[in-house]
């Protein structure tokens, strides 16, 4: 064997050592909100802040880790105006020892966050941590921003940008973005798209009507706006009379567009909720006899186009298999890049599944 090949065996060799003495990152306990429509759901009227300071404490408690042992909280929260809700269920909680941050990865938010903490306990700085997201659309702020310029003009309804802007590729506008563009670069037509959907639906009623999600979910106790109080444990967003006719006499959202196949029956709704997760040091675990519910062993990041948003899974899929070996997902949990994983896709739009498929 050529030496050069026996010293890139060895440093891979010695990497792999250096991942497996790593400290173990696993999931002790899990909750989630029930999830609501925004703007027209139960949630329309309750508060990120709400959420997350019902959900925190659940998480702890279902967990079983001693409060006065965590370590940070990290929470996603994408549209919220730059606040650290984190930090502020800590202290609304009964945690004000602890520090708490708030991350932003647009969808991926929630997943970053659980890296991070993973990363904290894999490093071996820090051994009980809480992490997850929240996301209110409903109560989303909107502000005034300053137009550059020599008078005081001010565009009113603002977001920060996500991404440099353009005609393909608009920051507000998601079904053209992700959703046509996706549609148009792999051939998916209205009909694809449609059948998708409706699929999605028939499978979230069929999961909810077995009992699937009882055990994930928090029941809360909701103050509507005339002081009645409503309970709230069942995901609001799958519809029961979902069908492909229904969904095929939908209007596309930008009739402007020749040929545009995007509808608010096969594109992402709008949603409100928060969930969580404890991670722990795998032996902080055992030796307080934890329930351990998965092993977090590696994860993956990656960045297209803009225009390509739809398409960003397989870049993941690839930094999972296919990149350099030292640096897949794959070898990292310490398994050949020749196995081909099962991936699960959390894409909302029906083009962007409809490709992974």
Request: net charge neutral; glycine share 8%.
């Amino acid at each position: 064997m050529p030496i050069q090949y026996l010293i890139r065996f060895a440093r891979l060799t010695a990497r792999r050592s250096e991942v497996e003495n790593m400290a173990t990152p696993v999931i002790v306990g899990a909750a989630r909100t029930a999830i609501g429509r925004s703007f027209k759901g139960t949630l329309v009227n309750t508060p990120p802040e709400t959420l997350i300071t019902a959900i925190l404490p659940e998480v702890v408690r279902r967990s079983g880790v001693d409060p006065a042992d965590i370590d940070d909280i990290i929470f996603a929260e994408s549209h919220y105006g730059g606040g650290d809700l984190a930090r502020y269920a800590a202290t609304a909680t009964g945690l004000e020892h602890v520090p708490g941050q708030s991350v932003n990865r647009h969808c991926a938010g929630s997943l970053t966050a659980i890296g991070n903490a993973a990363a904290q306990i894999g490093s071996g700085m820090e051994r009980v941590l809480i992490a997850g997201g929240v996301q209110s659309l409903s109560m989303t702020p909107l502000t005034n921003w300053r137009i550059p310029g020599p008078e005081l003009k001010f565009e009113e309804r603002w977001m920060p940008p996500t991404h440099v802007e353009t005609p393909d590729a608009p920051a507000k506008d998601m079904s053209i973005t992700v959703g046509w563009n996706t549609a148009q670069s792999e051939g998916i037509s209205r009909e694809q798209m449609d059948a998708w959907a409706a699929r999605s639906h028939e499978c979230a009623i069929a999961a909810m009507d077995a009992g699937k999600f009882l055990d994930e979910i928090l029941p809360l106790k909701i103050t509507q706006v005339d002081g009645s109080v409503v309970d709230f444990s069942v995901d609001e967003h799958p519809r029961r009379d979902t069908t492909i006719e229904k969904l095929a006499g939908l209007k596309v959202l930008h009739p402007e567009i020749e040929g545009f196949s995007i509808t608010a029956g096969n594109s992402s709704g709008t949603n409100d909720a928060a969930a969580g997760v404890a991670l722990v040091d795998a032996d902080y675990a055992a030796s307080n006899n934890l329930n351990v519910m998965a092993k977090v062993k590696a994860w993956a990041a990656a960045g297209v186009q803009p225009r390509d948003c739809g398409l960003g899974a397989l870049a993941v899929i690839d930094r999972c298999c296919s990149a350099p070996a030292s640096r897949t997902v794959m070898w990292r949990c310490g398994r050949s890049t020749r196995h081909s994983p099962r991936c699960r896709s959390r894409r909302a739009r029906g083009s962007a599944l409809t490709r992974r498929r």
